[in-house]
């Protein structure tokens, strides 16, 4: 099952411009975290907002979360081309310990 | 330097040969698990642990098996592997469970023939 699914699954824009990704999710969740993937490469976490939080900011990164909503998204500032990456959010699972990741978004920003 | 090691990184082996994939953290976490990654499907848990002898199904756990002996080491073991476990597989861990960010090891890509 696939608790988060991003959108759109693939964005380009210029350097400097933002960049704007969602997520929605199925079910009440605890927290969700959003990760970076550089071409199959492993993942990095970014950041992590729980569901009592409505925003959160990391350096460039800007986090919102709408529980009513069941939705995310995750904004980056001045976009560089090193942003240039897949992105995923990522939820607890209902009940239990599970972490189900959403397809995700490609990001491209071309310099 | 923290870092989850997976390995092999490459392995391409055939139907039914019993292959296993090791990890190991230096983390002292307790929390582990296992990811494959197929195209257009994002990452999807194979099996998880929260602590050493503890472990559990994730969402596609079938054709696999997992051991958590010891807290740093979660091996996966694909004890007859089929064509549709050609795949990118990631080892993670975190220090208490799903509330944590997550560490990730570099992948291992297998190609079963």
């Known amino acids: 099952s696939q608790q988060g699914e991003e959108d759109p699954q693939a964005l380009s824009i210029q350097e400097g411009e933002n960049a704007t990704m969602n997520c929605s999710y199925k079910?009440?969740?605890?927290?969700l975290q959003w990760y970076r993937q550089n071409s199959g490469r492993g993942l990095v976490h970014l950041i992590l907002?729980?569901?009592?939080?409505r925003e959160k900011h990391s350096g460039r990164l800007r986090v919102t979360l709408d529980t009513s909503k069941k939705s995310s998204s995750l904004l980056i500032t001045a976009s560089r081309a090193a942003d240039t990456a897949s992105y995923f959010c990522a939820t607890d699972g209902t009940g239990g310990f599970k972490t189900i990741f959403g397809a995700g978004t490609r990001l491209f920003v071309k310099a | 330097e923290a870092q989850v090691t997976q390995n092999p990184r490459y392995l391409i082996t055939v139907t039914g040969k019993k292959l296993t994939v090791t990890c190991s953290q230096n983390m002292n976490h307790e929390y582990m698990s296992w990811y494959r990654q197929d195209p257009g499907l994002g990452l999807r848990q194979i099996y998880y642990?929260?602590?050493?002898?503890?472990?559990d199904k994730g969402d596609v756990p079938e054709g696999y098996k997992v051991s958590r002996k010891e807290k740093r080491n979660f091996p996966l073991i694909l004890e007859s592997p089929s064509p549709n476990q050609t795949s990118l597989y990631f080892c993670?861990?975190?220090?208490?469970?799903?509330?944590?960010?997550?560490?990730f090891g570099d992948g291992t890509r297998l190609s079963i023939l």
């Open positions: 079910t009440s969740i605890n927290n």
């Open positions: 993670a861990s975190s220090l208490s469970g799903n509330e944590q960010p997550q560490h």
């Open positions: 907002i729980r569901s009592n939080e």
């Open positions: 642990s929260m602590n050493v002898e503890v472990t």
